[in-house]
């Protein structure tokens, strides 16, 4: 295998599009040059039973804000009392422009390459076969992580409501077990209808609490404009605000099973917008009614029957965001695994055994990591420094270089865009370093907390 993979019968569009993009008249001289079997990570599915490429923009949309916006905001005002009110919005803000460009970025990398369907396809154009194995791997081990944390999430939203009615492992298997059941369907569009209850869940769950603490508000909660903690507590705060955007390494993945992967930039805007603003508003309101003492997930700072209550919502969300993170990536193993194969569009026992296998496998992975790493903030943190700062904005900057190469310096925007992406690969490198520095701090000196014990860890 050649170390590079070339696009196929492609003139130098570098010249006449700033941003890599593929030109509407370019994508159909290629599909007229080349067989769907040939292109497409699916093949040709006109007489499949099986048929993958289902999605709408705007269910595409959907998934990935319930992919995004489930246990990442719950971090968010915990985060805000760290850092203080104004570095925080302005991180939040800038985080999210950033992260609207690397996804861009990602959907041009994407229609240049229609081949990939994983972040290891996209190391394979890049770096040849130890790319694929690099970064196919990487993406994998994120999204357990991922699914990790929702299962850590799930046991300590029971012991809330519970009152730590059992043991916090037998709440772990049960998350393990409804995950599993929920992973079997082997389709995005059928993932999607989850996504849509997920969505309105953290939605519900986010507002009763925004009531709650405002209701329960009395008034004079000192709030700080900036703050002045340790280095350690405040990048901890930093990653946490990054993980509510590193969905990233799905979006090939979404890409590939849409009807129209060029509408992916319209799905894009669908995430970014309602992501943050919910991720400001709510924020920004549990900050102001609770001041310092946030807790982080936030759910539990909406007082005792009302957290309960929040909880209770958020259930649809914690598990299935993560059943979203969990398919992704038992699609990333199956499609390895047959693809160019019509086994990949059979419902044989063969095809539907191998999803079922590798889905059960996966989630136990993640139960065991879960058990292992009960703080909740310290897995965010660890998940973002390994892993997600690369597949939202080391890699993406990485791809834009490759989609304009050799002409970097041919115009005053394309300096300013080869600046930027400097930037934002030296920025990801920078989170990377740091942020496992003081995850793997706070890991250390948490590594009694609950570590595979029936205690509660909702205290």
């Known amino acids: 295998m050649s170390s590079t993979i070339e ?8 010249d006449t599009n700033t941003y890599g993009y593929v030109p509407e008249d370019e994508e159909k001289k290629r599909h007229l040059d080349h067989s769907p079997e040939e292109e497409d990570p699916f093949g040709n599915e006109e007489f499949a039973e099986v048929k993958y490429r289902t999605l709408g923009w705007w269910q595409c949309g959907i998934l990935m804000v319930a992919e995004n916006v489930s246990i990442g905001i719950l971090s968010l005002p915990s985060a805000f009392a760290t850092l203080g009110f104004v570095p925080s919005i302005i991180l939040l803000c800038g985080i999210s422009g950033i992260s609207w460009y690397t996804a861009y970025v990602i959907c041009q990398f994407k229609l240049r390459y229609p081949h990939i369907h994983s972040m290891g396809d996209a190391g394979e154009v890049i770096m040849g076969r130890f790319g694929r194995e690099l970064l196919g791997i990487g993406q994998l081990l994120f999204l357990i992580f991922v699914m990790a944390s929702h ?10 409501i ?26 995005m569009g059928n993932v999607y209808w989850m996504s849509f209850a997920s969505f309105l869940s953290i939605v519900a769950a986010t507002v009763a609490t925004m009531i709650a603490v405002g209701v329960e508000y009395k008034g004079s909660i000192p709030l700080a ?8 507590k405040e990048f901890l705060a930093v990653s946490n605000l990054f993980f509510a955007y590193v969905g990233h390494a799905s979006f090939f993945g979404f890409i ?24 400001i508003a709510s924020a920004v309101v549990i900050y102001r ?52 194969s019509e086994r990949m569009h059979e419902r044989s026992l063969l095809s539907i055994g191998s999803w079922v296998a590798i889905g059960v496998v996966s989630w136990i992975v993640a139960w065991v990591i ?12 660890l998940i973002t420094a390994l892993f997600g700062c690369w597949f939202a904005y080391g890699f993406p900057a990485i791809f834009w270089f490759v989609l304009n190469k050799g002409s970097w310096f041919a115009s005053t925007k394309k300096i300013l865009l080869s600046l930027a992406n400097l930037f934002i690969l030296a920025m990801a490198i920078a989170i990377c370093g740091m942020g496992l520095y003081v995850s793997g701090d706070a890991i250390s000196q948490d590594s009694n907390s609950a570590v595979w014990t029936c205690a509660n860890n909702a205290d």
């Open 151 to 160: 299962v850590l999430t799930f046991t300590v939203l029971m012991n809330t």
């Open 370 to 381: 879960a058990e292992s790493i009960p703080v909740f903030n310290n897995l965010l943190s």
């Open 162 to 187: 519970t009152d730590h009615g059992t043991c916090t492992i037998v709440f772990g298997v049960i998350a393990l077990v409804v995950s599993c059941i929920g992973a079997l369907p082997r389709t």
């Open 289 to 340: 009614f609770v001041g310092q003492d946030v807790q982080s997930p936030a759910l539990g700072s909406a007082g005792h029957l009302m957290k309960k209550v929040a909880y209770g919502l958020a259930i649809p969300t914690v598990l299935i965001a993560g059943i979203v993170n969990g398919h992704v990536a038992s699609k990333y193993v199956y499609v390895r695994l047959f693809r160019g």
């Open 225 to 232: 404009v900036t703050t002045h903690l340790s280095f350690n």
């Open 256 to 279: 590939s099973e849409m009807d129209k992967p060029r509408d992916f930039t319209k799905s894009i805007s669908v995430l970014q917008v309602i992501d943050t603003s919910l991720y």
């Open 7 to 14: 696009p196929r019968d492609l003139t130098e569009i570098h």
